[in-house]
């Protein structure tokens, strides 16, 4: 934990898709208003941080959503990132790339990858990541080599199991958790409406995973980062110790303000600053 006269100030990004140049830009603009760096930068997985197309071809998704993104520009050194990065894998990642280092590793300045689950020390705060989303029929098996891309659907690498949780769970705590999909049971009754019949959530009780919500469960995180869903949400989890979790559910970079988050913590408290419109 940061002491109490210590501000931490940070900002969330939720899917980015190759959209580097446009994080950049929003994230440069609300350090500007706030007149301070950021100490750092959290994104939720769909980074998609492509060196070329053979980084491209490892990734799972449809042929309209394959495009190579501003990463090689990055990653060429003809652009940069302004403040220290961490992120987790989502869904859509280039895990040929990323899974060279499965236990993270820094793929340009100050542009992290947090590894299948990583734990990682941030001006005090101990933030902790789990890559990838849950399939029921992948969670009880091991994850293909990267020797078998090529001769295994790329989906197959796209999933986090049990083991990985298992790691997760014992880091014991977390002071922020990043998990690409959303932990389930985090929708107030009020909003429930909202969920009815939408991409990916047929109603709120099927939105999230069941293991998303255990780590929030077991490490009760100050705060919860997720994305996956393109959609901004704000939710909470109430523990039997008394602590409570914020949820902070980003939508995607395309979609403009609602992908961001800022947020200061100064000893044990947390709280989230509306960003300027
Ligand atoms: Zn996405």
């Not at 429930?192 to 019949?197: E, L, N, R």
């Given at each position: 934990m940061p002491t109490d006269s210590q501000e931490v100030v940070f900002a969330a990004v939720g899917d980015v898709h190759g959209h580097m140049n446009r994080m950049v830009d929003h994230l440069r603009h609300q350090a500007e208003v706030l007149r301070r760096p950021f100490d750092f930068i959290l994104q939720v997985g769909d980074?998609?941080?492509?060196?070329d197309e053979a980084d491209l071809a490892t990734m799972s998704a449809p042929a309209k959503y394959r495009q190579l993104g501003d990463f090689a520009a990055y990653h060429q050194a003809r652009r940069r990132f302004p403040w220290p990065l961490y992120f987790i894998g989502g869904n859509h990642e280039p895990y040929g790339y990323l899974d060279t280092h499965p236990e993270g590793f820094e793929l340009v300045r100050h542009c992290h990858y947090l590894g299948r689950v990583g734990v990682v020390d941030l001006h005090g705060l101990r933030v902790v990541g789990l890559s990838g989303i849950y399939q029921e029929e992948s969670f009880r098996v091991q994850r293909p080599p990267l020797s078998a891309l090529g001769s295994?659907?790329?989906?197959?690498?796209?999933y986090f199991n049990e083991r990985d949780v298992e790691q997760a769970l014992e880091l014991?705590?977390?002071d922020v958790l990043l998990v690409h999909d959303w932990p389930s049971g985090i929708i107030a009754p009020e909003d429930?409406?909202?969920?009815?019949?939408?991409r990916r959530s047929p109603n709120a009780d099927t939105v999230g995973n069941e293991y998303a919500r255990l780590l929030v469960d077991a490490l009760q995180p100050k705060l919860v980062l997720c994305g996956h869903m393109h959609r901004s949400y704000r939710g909470s989890v109430h523990h039997a110790s008394g602590r409570t979790t914020q949820v902070r559910c980003l939508a995607s970079?395309?979609?403009?303000?609602?992908?961001f988050g800022l947020f200061h913590f100064r000893g044990d408290a947390c709280s989230e600053t509306l960003l300027d419109r």
């Open positions: 980074f998609e941080p492509h060196r295994v659907s790329t989906k197959a690498f796209t014991g705590r977390a429930s409406a909202g969920f009815q019949g939408k970079v395309e979609q403009g303000l609602d992908a």
